[in-house]
């Protein structure tokens, strides 16, 4: 595997589910992001992990719950999820600190449906 | 962060050079320019970056006026699987994670 990896692709839930979203990144990387995209609106950043760290947290609801293990994995508990919440959620990486402006890679998303 | 503005479509003829205008007037001077693209329901893919100078790679030119109050992406040989939305995004130095701010971008249309 390469770059970065998401599992599942697709995933159709109910609103009483327990489910978790699961990135992996091959990179060496050290940030890992968690970002949703709504149809027909801008990337909207929910997490931001450095050095296994949450760094930062847009008010995100709380029924989105990310994990960190390492720097390599990153996962998007979700529980109770409403309707609105279908979208595409997109794993990103890049390298961190030092002051550069380090690219970020993405994973191809899990397009998530809520019935 | 600095506002990007970006044309919302743009056309162009396949096998000529694709130019996506950017505008920040408001960008400061640790504020870098990147450009990402995101095909129809995949993941965004990085394009290139640069802060004052003008710069190249394998998949474009970026060209930054003096003043940096705007920039240019060039697609030199645009092909159909450029079809795209290319989004423009100012994002400071940072020592820590940092999330970009897409915006709406500019929708390219690649024709035959």
């Known amino acids: 595997e390469t770059g970065v990896t998401q599992t599942p692709r697709h995933l159709v839930m109910g609103m009483t589910n327990k489910k978790s979203l699961k990135c992996e990144q091959h990179l060496g990387h050290n940030a890992m992001y968690w970002y949703k995209q709504s149809a027909k609106k801008p990337l909207e950043l929910m997490f931001v992990?450095?050095?296994?760290?949450?760094?930062e947290n847009n008010s995100v609801p709380s029924r989105f719950s990310p994990e960190c293990p390492n720097s390599s994995h990153l996962f998007l508990h979700l529980h109770t999820l409403q309707p609105e919440d279908s979208a595409l959620y997109l794993c990103?990486?890049?390298?961190?600190?030092?002051?550069?402006?380090?690219?970020?890679?993405f994973g191809p998303g899990t397009r998530l449906t809520v019935t | 962060d600095a506002k990007t503005t970006q044309p919302p479509s743009m056309d162009c003829a396949e096998g000529r050079a694709a130019n996506l205008p950017c505008n920040h007037s408001t960008i400061s001077g640790n504020e870098y320019v990147y450009w990402y693209r995101q095909i129809h329901s995949q993941g965004p893919q990085y394009i290139i970056h640069g802060l004052k100078n003008n710069e190249t790679n394998e998949m474009a030119s970026l060209i930054i006026t003096e003043d940096r109050k705007s920039s240019t992406l060039i697609l030199p040989h645009a092909t159909l699987r450029d079809t795209a939305v290319y989004y423009c995004?100012?994002?400071?130095?940072?020592?820590?994670?940092?999330?970009?701010?897409f915006g709406k971008g500019t929708s390219l249309l690649v024709t035959p």
């Open positions: 992990y450095s050095l296994e760290e949450r760094v």
């Open positions: 995004i100012v994002r400071p130095i940072s020592n820590s994670g940092y999330a970009l701010n």
């Open positions: 990103a990486s890049s390298q961190d600190g030092g002051g550069l402006p380090y690219e970020q890679y």
